[in-house]
């Protein structure tokens, strides 16, 4: 038997299908509850995957079994050869076909990169808002962007690209007061919309259980003046999703701290720096950068993954009494 035998599976029994790749930890935002006013110090430009290093894994992983990529950050659209990046994933084939690519983004500069994106093969769009009240996304995010987000949510409307999908955090006391208005505005624009309970992966290591917004706390306030009805099985998917009066629009609830999914988690998530992480919350990484910068082979970087997964947890451990928070916080790792 060798590496490329069969998919990448770990000692739960979870076949993973999924890699998240951050292109960046550097984002144009600085939302309160991810980083400071000033930012945070930036990884070197050296130390950050090339697009030939990171169509090289993507290859690996697809001859593994893996269908999907999803581009994170910080702020993808930063890389300055995003669409380069796009293209070339979108070219890459596996067992079961070309690879799916999709992107989670704030929406800045959006508008100006939506149709490039578009016919170098992206498929698939998560656009981060999290208030639609302009002071307050000033407030929230310390930049005057509200705009230029509106102009990249338009713009992958008007793309045609389906599902579009809105996320946004709650919280208490920042936009718990919100939620109907971000469900309204989902429908306007032909998105579905999707809750994340806030999670202990803010920079400044703030987070607490007792005051964040919960999921049923989410559904309880959409219920008082829309109709939901459950849609299904979630699978992997990370959303308990329901249609909203009806249908088409949907709405979801991302309770990863109260009502986790990691018994069907499939991804493996790649920092910016190129270390392999099992899960968003891992405390442990396998350095790839060095790796693949050290003349290994492609069998080396199947083998390094394959013992990445097999050290997964069953789960993240949120509610563990000994649960620790990551060193790295989100814009680091990759959503």
């Known amino acids: ?10 000692k739960f029994g979870r076949v993973h299908r999924d890699l998240r790749i951050s292109l960046t930890d550097k984002c144009n935002l600085r939302c309160s509850y991810c980083m400071p006013p000033e930012g945070l110090p930036w990884l070197a430009k ?9 169509e090289r894994v993507a290859s690996v992983l697809a001859r593994l079994g893996f269908v999907e990529i999803r581009l994170t950050g910080g702020e993808p659209l930063l890389r300055r050869d995003i669409v380069d990046v796009v293209a070339r994933l979108s070219r890459i084939e596996g067992p079961e076909g070309p690879l799916r690519i999709s992107m989670t983004t704030n929406g800045i500069r959006l508008d100006r990169v939506m149709d490039q994106l578009k016919e170098a093969g992206l498929q698939r ?7 639609v009240n302009p002071a307050r996304f000033a407030e929230l995010t310390r930049r005057e962007k509200f705009e230029d987000v509106l102009a990249g949510i338009q713009a992958a409307r008007d793309s045609g690209l389906r599902p579009l999908k809105i996320n946004a955090v709650a919280m208490r006391g920042v936009n718990d007061d919100e939620f109907c208005d971000l ?7 032909e998105a579905q919309l999707r809750f994340i309970e ?15 917004v919960q999921g049923h706390e989410i559904l309880e ?5 829309f109709t939901l009805e459950p849609v299904g099985e979630r699978g992997s998917s990370p959303a308990e999703v329901f249609t909203v009066d009806g249908g088409p629009t949907t709405v979801g609830v991302i309770a990863s701290v109260t009502a986790p999914f990691c018994g069907a988690c499939d991804r493996v998530r790649l920092t910016a720096d190129g270390q392999l992480r099992n899960c968003l919350f891992a405390r442990e990484e396998s350095d790839l950068l060095t790796l693949l910068r050290s ?28 649960f620790l928070q990551p060193d790295r916080p989100m814009s680091a790792i990759g959503g």
């Open 221 to 225: 306030k959409l219920q008082a003046e």
């Open 46 to 54: 050296e130390n950050l995957l090339t697009t030939d290093e990171i």
């Open 198 to 212: 806030q999670m202990p992966l803010d920079a400044g290591h703030i987070w607490s259980r007792v005051t964040m």
């Open 183 to 189: 469900l309204r505005f989902a429908q306007e624009h």
């Open 1 to 10: 038997m060798t590496v490329w035998d069969g998919p990448v599976v770990d």
């Open 295 to 322: 003349g290994g082979s492609d069998e080396d970087i199947a083998a390094m993954l394959r013992a990445t997964i097999s050290g997964k947890r069953a789960g993240h451990g949120i509610d563990d009494p000994g």
């Open 125 to 131: 769009l998560n656009i981060s808002l999290d208030t």
